[in-house]
C-alpha cells in the first residue's frame, strides 16, 4: 500500500476507481464474500479437529474433558457454525467448479445459483444435526 | 519485436511465476477431492456423536477409517493452504509482513497435519 503510486507522498492525487462500498449488495457478491469468510473459518476449525484427535490420542481423561467442551452449548454452537461454514463452502465450491466449465455465468442463473447455495447450506446443515441427534437416540 | 517471450519459454507456459497454472489446478484437483472425503468425515461425526473414548478409539482405529482421514487431512490442509495464501496475497500489502505471514501458513497447514497424522497413527497402532 505505502509504495503504491496513488499513496506515495508528493505524488499528485490520482482519481481512483470506485471500490466495493459504492456497490450496492447483490446475492452473488454476499456469496462470494462468504465463500472466503467461511474458507477462512474452516482453516481455523482445523484446530478443533486436531485437538479432538490429539485427545482420543492421549488419554481417557482428557478426551472426556475435550468431549465435555465441544458437548457443552457453547461448543455445540460452534461445532453447528462449523458444520454450516464446511457445508455452504462445499456448495460453493460446487459453484465454482461448474462455472469453471464456463457454464452457469449468466445474470439470472448465477442469482439463481446464489440462493441456492445459502438455501441449500442451511438445510443441509440442520438435517446434519437432526441425523446427529438421531445416531446419539439410537 | 512484438513478442519479447522465447519461443522455449512460449511452450513451456510457466508465465513469470515458473509453476504455470499448478496452484489453480491443485486448488481445483482438491476441491474435487475434498468433496467425497469431507463428507465421508462429517458421516463419521455424526456415526460418533455421544459415543465414549473406547468407541471412539476403536472407530479411529479401524484401518480403513484411518486411512480415508489421512486422506481428508491431506487434501483438505493443501485445499485451505492455498486458500490461505490466495487471502494473505490480497489483503497484506506490506512485503514484509506478506512473506511472514504466507511462511506461517505453511507451517501451520504442516503443524496441524503432522499432528492430527500422528495422533491417528498412535490410535490406530494401538499407543
Not at chain 1, 86 to 91: G, P, R, Y
Not at chain 1, 106 to 120: D, N, R
Not at chain 2, 11 to 35: C, E, H, M, P, Y
Request: proline fraction near 3%.
Amino acid at each position: 500500500m505505502s509504495n503504491s503510486t496513488a499513496t506515495r507522498p508528493g505524488m499528485r492525487q490520482r482519481p481512483l476507481s470506485p471500490h466495493l462500498q459504492v456497490y450496492r449488495l447483490i446475492p452473488t457478491m454476499v456469496m462470494s464474500i462468504v465463500h472466503r469468510i467461511t474458507g477462512a473459518a474452516l482453516y481455523v476449525g482445523t484446530l478443533l479437529v486436531a485437538w479432538w484427535l490429539i485427545a482420543a490420542a492421549t488419554s481417557e481423561s482428557y478426551f472426556e474433558f475435550v468431549n465435555g467442551l465441544y458437548g457443552s452449548w457453547f461448543g455445540r454452537l460452534v461445532l453447528f457454525g462449523y458444520t454450516w461454514a464446511l457445508l455452504h463452502h462445499m456448495l460453493g465450491g460446487l459453484r465454482h467448479l461448474v462455472w469453471d466449465t464456463g457454464t452457469a455465468m449468466g445474470k439470472e442463473t448465477s442469482t439463481k445459483l446464489a440462493w441456492a447455495t445459502i438455501a441449500g447450506s442451511v438445510t443441509l446443515t440442520v438435517l446434519v444435526w437432526i441425523a446427529g441427534y438421531m445416531a446419539r437416540g439410537g | 519485436m512484438s513478442d519479447m517471450r522465447t519461443p522455449l519459454a512460449k511452450v513451456r507456459g510457466l508465465g513469470s511465476a515458473k509453476d504455470g497454472t499448478d496452484t489453480f489446478w491443485r486448488q481445483r484437483l482438491t476441491a474435487i477431492a475434498n468433496i467425497p472425503l469431507l463428507l465421508f468425515f462429517v458421516g463419521l461425526l455424526i456415526a460418533l456423536n455421544g459415543a465414549g473414548y473406547d468407541e471412539v478409539r476403536a472407530t479411529l482405529g479401524n484401518p480403513f477409517v484411518s486411512l480415508v482421514l489421512v486422506l481428508v487431512l491431506v487434501s483438505g490442509l493443501v485445499h485451505m493452504r492455498i486458500g490461505m495464501k490466495e487471502i494473505i496475497e490480497d489483503y497484506i500489502h506490506d512485503e514484509g509482513i506478506k512473506i511472514a505471514l504466507v511462511v506461517l501458513n505453511t507451517f501451520f497447514a504442516f503443524a496441524i497435519g503432522v499432528a492430527c497424522v500422528f495422533a491417528l497413527l498412535k490410535i490406530a497402532f494401538g499407543g
